[in-house]
């Protein structure tokens, strides 16, 4: 089936650790997003790639590290420099343009403590 | 600014009732594109209706209707005869042709149908 994995679904670490977490897809898109999701609040990004070997920051990448090298895989490494690390993160992915809908992995919940 | 405004945080109806999720959006672009997801309590985020700024045509999907009006910037969403299983946070969504890829989304509406 065609999608897109976040592994692992729950992800505990204690502070001052870097953490990658893990996007793959399957949909051959090429624009791969991260975002950001705490209680009670809307979905804030924090990087997205429109193409391999490219990437952009969105509005909170402080903190944030991200690769691209294949089509396929998008991860996200939280460094010990993102002072609230503690939070769902959501991955996603669609075709270029802003015209296309972003499709959804389901999420990583991250706690650093 | 916030491009993307749910004013309503919670909302709680009773199962069978009509309900109306508000969206109000924000651009300076002629050209751009609005979205609605689902995000139930798994946490996965559910696309379910796209439209663009030049089709103002409201949309019925089954219970599901988008009321699109440029003249309000507002692009609201009825669910019809709630069900338990709407119970979830909804999201609206918008993406301008001069940002790209790049999507502004409300903070969302919870909504809880209660049996």
């Known amino acids: 089936d065609g999608g897109i994995t976040q592994s692992p679904k729950y992800l505990f670490r204690k502070e001052g650790q870097n953490v990658t977490l893990s996007c793959e897809q399957n949909l051959n898109h090429d624009a791969m997003y991260w975002y950001r999701q705490d209680p009670g609040q809307g979905l804030r990004l924090i990087y997205y790639?429109?193409?391999?070997?490219?990437?952009q920051k969105g509005d909170i990448a402080e903190g944030y590290s991200v690769s691209r090298e294949k089509k396929e895989s998008f991860p996200l490494t939280v460094t010990s420099a993102q002072k609230n690390p503690t939070a769902f993160y959501l991955c996603?992915?669609?075709?270029?343009?802003?015209?296309?809908?972003?499709?959804f992995g389901p999420g990583t919940r991250l706690t650093v403590t | 600014a916030q491009k993307v405004t749910q004013a309503q945080t919670e909302i709680s109806v009773v199962e069978k009732e009509d309900v109306t999720l508000d969206c109000v959006y924000e651009?300076?672009?002629?050209?751009?594109?609005l979205f609605w997801y689902k995000q139930p309590p798994s946490g996965e985020l559910v696309f379910l209706i796209r439209?663009?700024?030049?089709?103002?045509q409201n949309e019925i999907s089954g219970r599901y209707s988008w009321n699109f009006q440029k003249s309000t910037s507002s692009f609201n969403f009825t669910i019809t005869a709630s069900q338990v299983v709407d119970s979830a946070v909804y999201f609206c969504?918008?993406?301008?042709?001069?940002?790209?890829?790049?999507?502004?989304f409300g903070t969302g509406t919870s909504l809880t149908v209660i049996p």
């Open positions: 996603a992915s669609s075709r270029a343009g802003a015209s296309y809908e972003q499709y």
């Open positions: 651009t300076r672009d002629t050209t751009y594109y």
């Open positions: 969504a918008l993406s301008e042709a001069n940002t790209g890829n790049q999507f502004y």
């Open positions: 790639s429109q193409i391999v070997n490219d990437f």
């Open positions: 439209r663009n700024s030049f089709d103002e």
